[in-house]
């Protein structure tokens, strides 16, 4: 039974501003952190600018609430007086906004007597990859001005903020993102069935397998290309291999039509959204993850801590969580690449068991989400304390 938190005034409150509760790595830290805050330390509102989805339910406690203010498409300048109204209603010690498309809102919540405000950045959108879009910049150098504290989950996304934002180091913090190992442990020696197909059950298989919203970003589709390379010029591997690519998003139906152009029915499996990703993390036996950019990678550190190998990008925090000890960094949108790195793995059962083996042992010693919660919340305690 979950006991609501102590709603006391002099505990802080801390308002979070979100584009979207969804599916993603960004909602999944926050709901993370809001999971593991001890009761008599901090207080957790979600304010979305657009809507939450069901994925809002993993939120255990029930006096956590969550505020949808519906934003139209385009320019919806009713949002900026709905947020304010209830900014002041609220009355937070801290706000807390997150990426490009809550960035803005530091000008309302400067509006918010009283209220410190930090910006957490978590990873670049499509249009933006490098972080040198000039209008972004713009508007990014201006909340300079508003923002007491910034928290980035990459030393990569640091990096990029004093360099190139010219933040004040003075103000940036960078927190790594933890994982929760107890939920991910491949203590269990046997894989769970969870569903999986008829076709990617055997002992002889050796399955690839991705996990991420299908989204541009995340670019599934050269994980694809790279595999649909490998069964044409690996007869002999093409019965063994198996794909799994996990997520739903705007690019599903574009991976669909893709495995069926390449007649790839019966080694892909495109699983969509899944509740069990556990589960279905401890029949992989190689992870990839083929994006156009990264923060830091939750479903890597998943992956990492069901004692698997790892093959990804190099690009933004992807080098913090994969080097030659524990998996195979490639260049970003190169199927031909991708696909060889694959097939060295696949090839190599001696190089995957210990490339295994140094993935657990690194994420069990260095990231933590216990380690992670504490450092978010000194964070507000300091702000809050110096109102």
């Not at 008599?40 to 989805?53: F, P, W």
């Not at 949808?68 to 900026?80: P, V, W």
């Not at 004040?168 to 046997?190: C, E, L, M, T, W």
């Amino acid at each position: 039974m979950i006991v609501p938190r102590v709603s006391d005034d002099s505990i802080p409150l801390v308002v979070h501003i979100i584009h979207e509760l969804g599916t993603g790595g960004l909602e999944n830290g926050l709901i993370n952190i809001i999971n593991r805050t001890p009761r008599d330390r901090v207080r957790h509102v979600i304010i979305c600018l657009t809507h939450a989805t069901e994925f809002s339910q993993r939120i255990e406690s029930d006096d956590v609430k969550v505020f949808e203010l519906n934003k139209r498409e385009g320019q919806d300048f009713g949002l900026y007086y709905r947020l304010l109204k209830l900014l002041w209603t609220l009355k937070p010690d801290v706000v807390h906004t997150r990426n490009l498309s809550a960035l803005e809102m530091q000008a309302i919540a400067f509006l918010v007597p009283g209220a410190k405000r930090v910006h957490g950045e978590h990873g670049r959108d499509i249009y933006d990859l490098d972080g040198s879009n000039r209008k972004y910049n713009a508007l990014r150098k201006v909340m300079r001005f508003f923002v007491h504290r910034y928290i980035a989950v990459s030393q990569d996304l640091e990096q990029w903020l004093l360099d190139t934002v010219a933040v004040s180091p003075k103000k940036v913090v960078q927190i790594y993102n933890g994982v929760d190992h107890a939920r991910f442990s491949s203590s269990s020696s046997v894989a769970e069935v969870c569903g999986l197909p008829e076709e990617f059950g055997g002992d002889d298989l050796i399955i690839i397998g991705t996990v991420g919203r299908a989204a541009a970003v995340k670019n599934q589709i050269s994980l694809l290309e790279a595999f649909e390379l490998i069964m044409k010029s690996e007869p002999l591997l093409a019965e063994r291999l198996r794909l799994i690519i996990v997520g739903d998003g705007p690019e599903f139906k574009s991976l669909e039509a893709k495995v069926a152009d390449a007649q790839l029915q019966d080694s892909v499996w495109l699983a969509g959204n899944r509740n069990d990703i556990p589960e279905l993390l401890k029949n992989f036996d190689i992870f990839v993850l083929p994006s156009l950019g990264e923060g830091i990678s939750n479903t890597i550190l998943e992956a990492m801590s069901c004692r698997l190998p790892i093959i990804a990008t190099n690009v933004g925090g992807n080098p913090e969580l994969v080097n030659e000890t524990n998996g195979i960094l490639v260049p970003v949108d190169d199927s031909e690449r991708l696909a060889n790195a694959i097939v060295t793995l696949v090839k190599d059962d001696q190089q995957r068991e210990r490339l295994a083996a140094e993935s657990l042992a690194r994420v069990t010693s260095e990231f933590c989400w216990n380690r992670t919660v504490d450092r978010y919340l000194s964070i507000y305690e300091e702000l809050s304390a110096r109102r």
